[in-house]
């Protein structure tokens, strides 16, 4: 017989499943979040290989206008938070390099110590290596 793991799926015990890499309820909000991650991983090690950005651009979104996972995440000074982000990835988009990389994940940290602490520490690992 075979072992099924929650919610159905069909894997077998031969074919286990790790949990999901993001537990949470995935909002408009949060998709957005993770699609700007997965950018985030791109552009950096493009920066530590020493490879060009040309060509480089971030997804631009209105976090103000996206879902949540929760009205817990819409703290004073979220909007602030969102418009500066805003002007960070536009500025990255304009010309790419290393600091404006660096602003926008900056951006990043600076809202979710305010408003969703969480992704914190996966942030600080989409920093550059000093000397980038």
Known sequence: ???TRCGGGGETAADPRLAPAQPNLSSPLAES?????A???EF????IEGESLDGARFSEYRFT??????STMLVDGFLALSMAFERHV???NAAPDAEKYAAVVGGCEACHMRS?????ERIAK???????
């Open 33 to 37: 979040m993770r699609a700007l991650d």
């Open 116 to 120: 969703c602490p969480g992704p914190l």
């Open 90 to 92: 536009a500025e990255f």
């Open 39 to 41: 950018e985030l991983l």
């Open 65 to 70: 206008e996206l879902e949540p996972t929760d």
């Open 44 to 47: 950096r090690g493009r920066l």
């Open 1 to 3: 017989f075979a072992f």
């Open 126 to 132: 989409r920093h550059l290596p000093d000397g980038e």
